[in-house]
T-cell receptor, first 112, second 107 residues
Framework: DSGVTQTPKHLITATGQRVTLRCSPRSGDLSVYWYQQSLDQGLQFLIQ???????AKGNILERFSAQQFPDLHSELNLSSLELGDSALYFC???????????FGPGTRLTVT | GIQVEQSPPDLILQEGANSTLRCNFSDSVNNLQWFHQNPWGQLINLFY???GTKQNGRLSATTVATERYSLLYISSSQTTDSGVYFC?????????FGAGTRLTVKP
């Protein structure tokens, strides 16, 4: 157990809908990261937050957004969902930006 | 952006054998991590190793940053070592993963 929690574990929704994925970092970690793993694109970095502020952006679509709250948990919002958004979404945390990261169990999103 | 290449893409071993997995990267990196993704999809942190050598039980890793590669050694492999091994590098405030090495250890 990495200490990073993610909810829900599975999510099935329809095209055009909006979903929110939630992540709680390990105790004491200030940085939170979001990643997408799909069969065709592999593992991709989406976005990083540090102590509530956005620190780095990767291949995150404009339809996707994230935030980190004062209690350090983070949410990833995916809107106008398309079939191609079906993937495993991971959250990770670390004490600071780009320190050693620990991954949560992931949320499997299926868009039908 | 930085390119990350892992080799071999697939590896099949008999239990007890040793193996070496390689990760090449095309530019300087701020840090490098090795992960194991088990058959249930969980990503497990193996090493945080921007340079030098580290060991943890049957696993060890070496990163030669000046030559832009890292190696992961697995000795006396066990069936529980099966899964996909990823290296990930940080460069220019971005993290990139290799495509992974799929390891199958047969009893």
């Amino acid at each position: 157990d990495s200490g990073v929690t993610q909810t829900p574990k599975h999510l099935i929704t329809a095209t055009g809908q909006r979903v929110t994925l939630r992540c709680s970092p390990r105790s004491g970690d200030l940085s939170v990261y979001w990643y997408q793993q799909s069969l065709d694109q592999g593992l991709q970095f989406l976005i990083q937050y540090y102590n509530g502020e956005e620190r780095a952006k990767g291949n995150i679509l404009e339809r996707f957004s994230a935030q980190q709250f004062p209690d350090l948990h983070s949410e990833l919002n995916l809107s106008s969902l398309e079939l191609g958004d079906s993937a495993l979404y991971f959250c990770a945390s670390s004490p600071g930006p780009w320190y050693e990261q620990y991954f949560g169990p992931g949320t499997r999103l299926t868009v039908t | 952006g930085i390119q990350v290449e892992q080799s071999p893409p697939d590896l099949i071993l008999q239990e007890g054998a040793n193996s070496t997995l390689r990760c090449n990267f095309s530019d300087s990196v701020n840090n490098l991590q090795w992960f194991h993704q088990n058959p249930w999809g969980q990503l497990i942190n193996l090493f945080y190793i921007p340079s030098g050598t580290k060991q943890n039980g049957r696993l060890s890793a070496t990163t030669v940053a000046t030559e832009r590669y890292s190696l992961l050694y697995i000795s006396s492999s066990q069936t529980t070592d099966s899964g996909v091994y990823f290296c990930a590098v940080v460069n220019n405030n971005d993290m990139r993963f290799g495509a992974g090495t799929r390891l199958t250890v047969k009893p």
